[in-house]
């Protein structure tokens, strides 16, 4: 099983961008699906974003596309959420996430792999 630690959250000002890296331990990881998942106060965890396991295929939460890019680096074991044009209701802990079935993943089913997270604070 993959272990995932995220980093790259922070406070950023409406309007800029952020990149985050979640790195996966092991030397199966591209037989995972990865995505990207956030948790705003008194939220439900919602889905980002997510890539299938040697990057042809991405998707996107209607509420992102356009703003953020999901892409990764298998030679490196990590993937990356580049965050542009952020907007205050982008604040949220970010969860990367792992696992080998992309419905599995993109429905947040049962068992997925999770990192620690990392906050993200869009000030207005």
């Known amino acids: 099983q993959v272990h995932l630690v995220e980093s790259g959250g922070g406070l950023v000002e409406a309007g800029g961008s952020l990149r985050l890296s979640c790195v996966g331990s092991g030397r199966t990881f591209d037989r995972y699906v990865m995505g990207w998942f956030r948790q705003a106060p008194g939220k439900e965890r919602e889905f980002v974003a997510a890539?299938?396991?040697?990057?042809?295929?991405?998707f996107y939460a209607d509420s992102v596309k356009g703003r953020f890019t999901i892409s990764r680096d298998n030679a490196k074991n990590t993937v990356y959420l580049q965050m542009n044009s952020l907007k205050p209701e982008d604040t949220a802990v970010y969860y990367c996430?792992?696992?080998?079935?992309?419905?599995?993943?993109?429905?947040?089913?049962?068992?997925?792999?999770w990192g620690q997270g990392t906050q993200v604070t869009i000030s207005s």
């Open positions: 996430a792992a696992d080998p079935r992309l419905s599995q993943l993109t429905h947040n089913g049962p068992g997925l792999t």
């Open positions: 890539i299938t396991q040697n990057g042809p295929s991405t």
